[in-house]
Structures are given as structure tokens and as C-alpha cells.
């Protein structure tokens, strides 16, 4: 069974910096897409950044494009997203979610819906204090 564990969250003040980790666990990495989503309070939940199973097929939601860097470390089955220059607005639960991709199908619309995603972490709170 294909699980996804974050951490990494915290409070940061504002402008500073945060690493958010998500494993998967029960399958290797390398044959899943992985997309970050988060949820701050009171709204829905929303895409951040997401990677496929290509080389080098990551995207970026704008709210995230020039602050935020995903990345993927197959060989740990670990997706980072690196968050720089963080902002009050950035406050939100973030939670990594996982498709199998064995065959690299993953377009940014597909990493974008959550309704393509089957497996989710539970999610790490990340708050960012103005």
C-alpha cells in the first residue's frame, strides 16, 4: 500500500524560508507523479506545484512560480518543496498527493485537479507571520 508522510512545516516569519519533505512509502517514486496542494483555512483546497514521472516536468501554480522550487529525490522516494520568500497568504495546510505514472501521461492539468490524485499525505500546517 502506496503511503505519502510530510513534514517540515512550522511557523516562518515573513520573507524567510521553509522546506517541506513528502515520502512515499510501499512503491518507488520514480513511477508516481507528485503534486503539492494546500488549504488554508475557510477556502478550498489548492494546487501549489507538481511534478510528473519526465525528465524534468515540473509546474508551478502562479501564486508559487519564482518563489517556490518542487523537486523530486527518486532515489530517497522524497518530494521537496522548497518555499522562499514566504507570505502571510502562504498560510495553509500543505499536502502532497501521489499518482502512478509509469508511462509519463501526467500534463499540468493532470497535476493540477486533485481528482487525478489517489494517494494523499496527511498534511503538514505551515504558518507564515507577517
Known amino acids: 500500500q502506496v503511503q505519502l508522510v510530510e513534514s517540515g512545516g512550522g511557523l516562518v516569519q515573513s520573507g524567510r524560508s521553509l522546506r517541506l519533505a513528502c515520502v512515499l512509502s510501499g512503491d518507488m517514486l520514480e513511477s508516481y507523479a507528485v503534486s503539492w496542494f494546500r488549504q488554508a483555512p475557510g477556502k478550498e483546497r489548492e494546487w501549489v506545484s507538481g511534478c510528473g514521472t519526465g525528465a524534468d516536468f515540473c509546474r508551478y501554480h502562479k501564486s508559487a512560480r519564482g518563489r517556490f522550487a518542487i523537486s523530486r529525490d527518486n532515489s530517497e522516494n522524497t518530494v521537496y518543496l522548497q518555499m522562499n520568500d514566504a507570505k502571510p497568504e502562504d498560510t495553509a495546510v500543505y499536502f502532497c498527493?501521489?499518482?502512478?505514472?509509469?508511462?509519463?501521461?501526467?500534463?499540468?492539468?493532470?497535476?493540477?485537479?486533485?481528482?487525478?490524485?489517489?494517494?494523499w499525505g496527511q498534511g503538514t500546517s505551515v504558518t507564515v507571520s507577517s
Open positions: 498527493a501521489a499518482r502512478f505514472d509509469r508511462f509519463h501521461t501526467a500534463t499540468e492539468v493532470v497535476l493540477s485537479e486533485p481528482i487525478f490524485f489517489d494517494t
